[in-house]
């Protein structure tokens, strides 16, 4: 995603991953459980990070250049709706 700042946690958890086909230790479930929940955790944080540039963005352009307040006529569902 464009912007995202992911670079190291997804090199990370892809590192993690990595760990898991060494075919002289096989994975505990254990293991399998937490590079699942760390790739979970960074797709949370790409959803939020959009949402909260969506909503940056939204504000930033509520402004004239002069920097009077305009009025945001965009609908409720584009700020808090499903980014996912």
């Not at 590192?15 to 898991?20: D, H, P, S, V």
């Not at 949370?44 to 004239?64: E, G, M, P």
Request: proline fraction near 7%.
């Amino acid at each position: 995603m464009e912007g995202f700042p992911d670079g190291q946690l997804k090199e990370t958890v892809e590192e993690m991953a990595a760990l898991l086909n060494d075919p002289e230790n096989p994975p505990t479930q254990s293991m399998l459980h937490a590079v699942q929940r760390h790739r979970d955790v960074l797709e949370d944080y790409k959803v939020d990070f959009k949402r909260t540039k969506a909503c940056v963005c939204l504000l930033w352009n509520s402004y004239t250049p002069d920097g009077r307040e305009t009025a945001l006529r965009v609908p409720v569902s584009i700020v808090v709706g499903n980014f996912g």
